[in-house]
């Protein structure tokens, strides 16, 4: 049978448990709203008596409760899906925005657009094949021509200034991820500390989670947890963060679209040159597959296959129209006029200019057949039919970024839908229930209420014993 001086013993345990689990309770409250804080509770043993020269009393009951720890209550599998949601989708938001970007850039369908444009280009040719002598028949054919010419500047200007403004983002990315990097690892470093000291690092591995999920959501980064609490980073299998040690990454490459095929952006580990880091989720990974440059199967970096394209369009229209119009004569009978002129110093869609001044440099009759004859002009106005011509390769090239554009929209909402159940899944397992915590609370306050009671009791049994019996 246990000594009453060993049953104040058991008793006091049950107080400090009891005790001990109302401070978890209220730590658990006072982060109720903290982001990425996991929900933690005291975990305990029942204290097994001791036998004494091998002989075990059979009315021993045990000893009381030891606090063997405050556990962090979460889950492997449930972090890791969080993280994978967390990497597709920062790839699909950042897709979604920049073919957004590229379809908006289109002005399509409208009044501003190029293929409104080619359609008062060729109603004008049309015009001057009807009064091919009229000066203002020319001056419209000019000025619609030259509008086509800006709106194909245009479209590849503002697709080389989405390049390079992504291009700068994938600088800033890459800091925030060396950043998060960087913290991780001091992070690691305290957890290996505190462990190894038989603290409690619970917190800080609720900051390494958070910091593990923006790294997943900026590089799709993975993450291998170590025994001793600390966890490492991966990106493609190579590490990024290893222990307390950071692996940084840098872009290199071209830093504007005129450079990007033959300098083609790619992530490296700044420690190992040779080394290319293979991201392929999170913003990241989005930003640098828009940067790939474009290929001749056309399914190269989207931004870089838009300006392929407006500068395919500029070299077909001034092909089409050009060897038509040399074929004609113009007042004077003069043949082999050109009306677009190419820049070779320049990507074609910036180099394209009209010719043309007045009348004198349109060549609209078939030569012979006199000055006021308009069948050249008229088979360069049948141009708008051609379904090789530039109409349809602009209609396609619309309707295949607007696809695009729906479908990568479409995913993003998947993803941000996957993300959220994610989260909530998380939420559930980890999070703090104050309804929960509450019961908790009355539970261990009970308990400490007993333990003293049981204290009480012992003492004053005690005080009888020594006190008032003979």
């Known amino acids: 049978m246990v000594s009453s001086f060993g049953a104040l013993n058991t008793a006091y345990t049950g107080l400090v448990a009891a005790r ?12 109720s709203t903290t982001v990425g804080y996991s929900r933690q509770t005291v975990t305990t043993s029942s204290m097994t008596p001791a036998s004494t020269s091998g002989f075990v009393n059979p009315l021993a009951v045990g000893d009381g409760v030891s606090v063997d720890g405050v556990a962090r209550v979460d889950s492997a599998l449930v972090d890791a899906q969080l993280r994978v949601t967390s990497a597709a989708d920062g790839y699909a938001q950042e897709t979604a925005t920049q073919l957004s970007s590229i379809e908006s850039a289109l002005n399509e369908p409208g009044a501003n657009g190029l293929s409104s444009s080619l359609q008062n280009f060729w109603s004008a040719w049309q015009n001057v094949s009807n009064t091919s002598t009229s000066p203002s028949a020319a001056t419209t054919v000019i000025a619609a021509g030259t509008q086509v010419a800006g709106q194909l500047a245009a479209g590849y200007t503002a697709a080389s200034q989405q390049w390079g403004a992504v291009r700068s983002s994938v600088d800033t990315t890459i800091s925030s991820i060396n950043t998060a990097a960087e913290q991780l690892a001091t992070l690691n470093g305290q957890i290996r500390s505190i462990t190894a000291s038989g603290g409690n690092a619970n917190g800080l591995m609720d900051s390494v989670g958070t910091l593990a999920q923006t790294l997943a959501n900026l590089s799709g980064a993975t993450v291998r947890g170590n025994r001793d609490g600390s966890v490492d980073v991966l990106l493609g299998g190579n590490p990024l963060v290893e222990g307390t040690t950071v692996h940084s990454i840098a872009a290199t490459g071209s830093g504007t679209l005129a450079g990007a095929s033959s300098s083609p952006v790619t992530v490296g580990f700044v420690d190992n040159p040779a080394a290319t880091a293979a991201v392929s989720g999170g913003k990241l990974g989005a930003d640098l597959a828009m940067l790939a440059p474009a290929n001749p199967g056309g399914t190269g970096g989207a931004i870089a296959e838009a300006a392929a394209k407006y500068n395919s369009l500029a070299t077909s229209v001034a092909s089409s129209v050009n060897s038509i119009m040399q074929t004609g004569s113009n007042a004077a009978g003069t043949t082999g006029l050109s009306f677009f002129a190419l820049d070779p110093a320049k990507p074609a869609a910036l180099g394209l200019s009209v010719i043309p001044t007045d009348a004198t440099g349109i060549a609209a009759a078939t030569p012979g057949a006199g000055a006021a004859n308009g069948d050249i ?22 309707v295949q970024i607007g696809v695009a554009s729906n479908a990568a929209s479409s995913n993003a909402s998947l993803t941000a839908t996957g993300l959220a159940t994610a989260a909530s899944a998380q939420s559930s397992y980890s999070s703090v229930n104050t309804d929960q915590e509450t019961t908790n609370m009355l539970m261990y306050q009970n308990a400490f209420s007993a333990a003293a009671r049981v204290m009480t009791t012992l003492n004053d049994m005690l005080n009888t014993l020594i006190n008032k019996t003979g």
């Open 20 to 31: 001990q689990g109302l401070t978890v309770v209220g730590d658990n409250i006072s982060n």
């Open 377 to 398: 002009a008229n088979s360069i106005a049948a141009l708008t039919n051609s379904t090789t011509g530039v109409d349809s390769q602009w209609e396609s090239f619309v």
